[in-house]
């Protein structure tokens, strides 16, 4: 159910990116499964849900705890020096979602990893939908890289009616190095001191 081992590749001004999705999918609690849809934009990926929404609790889905797990590889022909990870969501009451993303080079070496929460009442305080944004710089530029991410939905509230998160879009942007640009620019710099000594 989860294996979905497509390549897309996503070329754009600042790199050429093959992504490989080799997981993308959510369990619930009372046996429910599903795939999630993938799109690429330039350097980023987006997941989405399928037939479930990635919700639990609300009352509308017998839906009380999940996780949603994305593994994919990426081979880029620049550099790439992190991470941004960004989704949306709603998250209220006694409900909540637990996020984690670990980062490796092919063939085994961690590059980075980070992790949160974002409990009762959304991120603002309120009954409210919110974004998540948070940055992962990489030890090293790697051309290559493997990406698991997993989100832990989880309703505690006995009436599942007064409580719920869910989770709308899940993205992903490359960050390639900016070191091929700032070269460009010191060699165009020397042609133009160059010129003017003459």
């Not at 309120?126 to 790697?142: I, K, R, W």
């Amino acid at each position: 159910m989860f294996i979905v081992g497509a390549a897309v590749v996503a070329t754009s001004a600042h790199a050429a990116l093959t992504y490989n999705v080799l997981q993308a999918g959510v369990v619930f609690n009372n046996g429910d499964t599903d795939t999630l849809n993938y799109s690429v934009d330039g350097n980023a990926i987006d997941f989405t849900g399928n037939n479930f929404d990635m919700k639990v609790g609300d009352g509308a889905v017998p839906h009380n705890s999940a996780t949603v797990t994305i593994i994919y590889t990426v081979q880029s022909d620049k550099k790439i020096n992190g991470l941004n990870l960004v989704f949306s969501g709603w998250s209220f009451g006694s409900a909540g979602i637990g996020y984690s993303e670990y980062v490796e080079k092919i063939g085994g070496g961690t590059l980075g990893s980070i992790s949160g929460t974002a409990l009762g009442g959304g991120l603002g305080g309120s009954n409210t939908p919110f974004t998540q944004v948070d940055d992962l710089a990489f030890s090293e530029g790697v051309f290559s890289y493997k990406v698991k991410k997993t989100f832990t939905l989880v309703n505690l509230d006995p009436n599942e009616h007064a409580s719920f998160a869910s989770i709308g879009l899940i993205e992903q942007n490359a960050v390639p190095e900016p070191a091929t640009m700032g070269a460009l620019a010191v060699g165009a710099l020397g042609l133009m001191a160059r010129r003017r000594r003459k």
